[in-house]
């Protein structure tokens, strides 16, 4: 049966690379930004119409969001587009690739329930703004994954990374990151004629600045913080009194984010009152850790082309936070990752990238995947013990992530 499934998922892929190639270089040629994925969003859905599925456009209250559905009863397996781009350097993390593996997935596992005619359902989710915009926290907020047995994606990423042979790699864990934006107040002067009526606040950030940085001696080898001015004054014969900064704590698990940035916020706190200035925080959309189901990945390396996608995962081929880590709290998740070849051995959110992002081999590979990830997602839906195996598995994983544990 498992053969027979795996025809049937290789073979629709196969009939629909029209549609498929034509969604990937669209998108591609098309780059827009997060939560401006309009053009992405029409394609997506009149191309899905257009093959008899039911869509729902502008689903959950997001403008370039889409939810396209197909099948009834059982459980529900999710596939994640992303399409959003960067700005000036177009689909220079290869989102493309990344909607139209999942496409693909969506299409093949479909096609397996509708030849099975058992209960199941699978969910083609259109996924905008990951590039900072935290478009999956909406989603989450709005019930996008209530009841998922499964939601599973793949990102592309730089090829020179990975040992020879291998195209892939199935359980990549990623950074969580907190995000926050910080303001300063002080009060306005003239710098010449009355500069101790001012109080600066840019040297308030500018004192948190160097806080920071000798704070990163004594962080973790895997933990990150990264930061840049939003606001530092607007004349140099005025005392700036209003400054902002926005900064990045990254750490191997959700609560280690947390508390990294409980520190970095004594520097903040410290240079306000050094300086004077007043202090308030904005959180932003910050990023859990990604923490993949092993026994996805497991199901997802069985199915590829044998010894080309490894289990786990080489050094540095891929680093950074995606919102796809919050969607792992919410469900089991898969992130996969495969190697795409750039010219001169540029990684992700590079020129480079983006113009690898749009050859005919990275779509390839992206299909390669999105078969892969449809034979997981079947194996989901059909087989009980298997799904009661990644259930309990994630259950016992958020104990751990409550504990500030990584994922094994």
Not at 81 to 105: K, M, R, T, V
Request: with cysteine.
């Amino acid at each position: 049966m498992a053969n027979d499934m795996a025809s049937v998922i290789n073979d629709e892929i196969q009939r629909r690379n029209g549609e498929l190639s034509s969604i990937n270089m669209h998108i591609h040629a098309n780059p827009e930004l997060a939560y401006e994925e309009h053009k992405a969003h029409d394609a997506f859905v009149s191309t899905l119409r257009s093959l008899g599925f039911e869509v729902t456009p502008h689903a959950y209250g997001l403008a370039t969001a889409f939810s396209a559905d197909f099948g009834s009863g059982g459980r529900l397996v999710v596939y994640n587009a992303e399409y959003d781009a960067l700005p000036g350097i177009g689909h220079a993390c290869g989102h493309n690739l990344i909607a139209s593996a999942s496409f693909a997935a969506f299409l093949g596992a479909a096609a397996a329930l509708k030849t099975s005619g058992q209960p199941g359902r699978v969910r083609l989710l259109g996924t905008p703004a990951e590039e900072g915009g935290g478009g999956k926290l909406k989603l989450i907020a709005e019930g996008a994954y209530k009841g998922a047995a499964a939601c599973l994606m793949v990102h592309p990423g730089p090829g020179h990374n990975l040992p020879p042979g291998i195209h892939g790699v199935a359980f990549v864990h990623m950074l969580a990151n907190v995000k926050m934006r910080v303001h300063f107040t002080g009060r306005e002067a003239h710098a010449a004629i009355a500069p101790w009526d001012g109080v600066n606040a840019l040297d308030a950030v500018c004192l948190s600045y160097n806080a920071v940085s000798m704070l990163r001696q004594q962080i973790r080898p895997y933990e990150r913080i990264h930061g840049v001015f939003r606001a530092a004054g607007d004349r140099p014969n005025v005392t700036p009194a209003d400054c902002t900064v926005e900064y990045y704590c990254r750490s191997a698990t959700k609560r280690g984010a947390e508390a990294l940035w409980e520190r970095v916020r004594k520097c903040f706190e410290g240079a306000a009152v050094a300086t004077g200035c007043a202090m308030r925080v904005e959180p932003l959309n910050s990023y859990a850790d990604v923490r993949p189901s092993r026994g996805l990945c497991e199901a997802y390396v069985d199915a590829m082309p044998a010894g080309t996608v490894a289990l786990d995962k080489p050094a540095d081929i891929l680093a950074g936070s995606t919102d796809m880590g919050d969607v792992c709290y919410e469900c089991p998740g898969f992130h996969g990752v495969f190697g795409i070849d750039t010219k001169e051995g540029e990684a992700n959110h590079t020129k480079g990238f983006a113009a690898a992002s749009g050859t005919q081999d990275a779509f390839e590979r992206a299909l390669e995947c999105g078969r892969g990830m449809a034979a997981a997602g079947w194996r989901v839906l059909s087989d009980d013990a298997f799904a009661e195996r990644v259930r309990r598995e994630w259950e016992e994983d958020m104990k751990r992530a409550a504990e500030g544990k990584l994922a094994c």
